[in-house]
């Protein structure tokens, strides 16, 4: 079996490990993130949610997922 | 019976029957923030925007315990400190729900937390043009207020006292002369320290004031709410009903005439 190349990437901050070429919806999913709470940003742009099925992962990526919380 | 003001308060088109909005933050939990908010009777809340725990997701979510379709969410701006950051923060908050009506709170110092005013009318221009509705948190500057008035500010927030200082009102003419000027929705936004301060701002002629800290960190959060809200209404009535002339001597109550 062919032995898929792993890539570095940022999530919130944080590095991850991920399969190239995984596509951000499957991430996500993977993450369990309830998608309908939250905002998504690839390199400081927001992602349409519609279109998460659309886009690889490339190495150095930098995400951010983001909801409400409590504030003032 | 008197009957009660039945007059909404209206913002960017919609409306609303409590002028009481409440904060979100620094409850003890979100159950006291759930049961707090029900009790002030708000049907705004502010909420900020932050990055999801990705590796604790047992962390209740806000959104389970406050219901967007029931309590309006006004995504706030809070810990942003430029126009560049606040932007990104509402642009992301729209995408997590369509929110367009948001509050602008661009900040320029650490200390003090006074709104840093020339991020914040640039930031309102641009956002008012991209569709957003802003409700804009300001010092208690009449020309500011104008400035952010023409760029589009759908509401104006003045502050009464630097953020969770509690020290109430402090400069009532200013806040009266901004009521003057302007026919906008004018909001009290920070520095509330108790109920009355709330009675105060509503006397002023302000349409509604915004609390956090005062509710969240008063001994007993959940009367506190209920304070505030009785409070604004009892402030609001009181400026409809037109209050007596102040005199500096004293005038009888009781007739002078056929005294024994």
Redesign the interface.
Known sequence: MKKIKKIKIKINGKTNLIDKDLKIQKLLTNLKIPLKKVAIELNQEILDKKNLNKVKLKKNDKIEIVHFIGGG | MVKLETKKLRIANRKFNSRLIV?????KN?RE?AKAISLSGAEIV???????N?SD?KKP???DYIDPKKIT?L??T?GCFNSKEAL?TL???R???GWKLVKLEVLGDKKNLFPEMIETLKSTEILTKEGFNVMVYCNDDPLMAKRLENVGACAIMPLAAP??SGLGILNKVNIKIIRKQTKLPLIID?GLGQASDATIAMELGCDGVLV??AIAKAKKPLDMAVAFKNAVIAGRQSYLSGRIQKNLMGKASSPTDGII
């Open positions: 904060g979100t933050g620094k409850y979100m923030c502010t909420v900020a925007v932050r990055r999801v990705i997701k979510l806000l959104m969410y995504p706030n809070a990104r642009r992301l908050a995408e997590i729900g953020i969770g920070a956090n800290t």
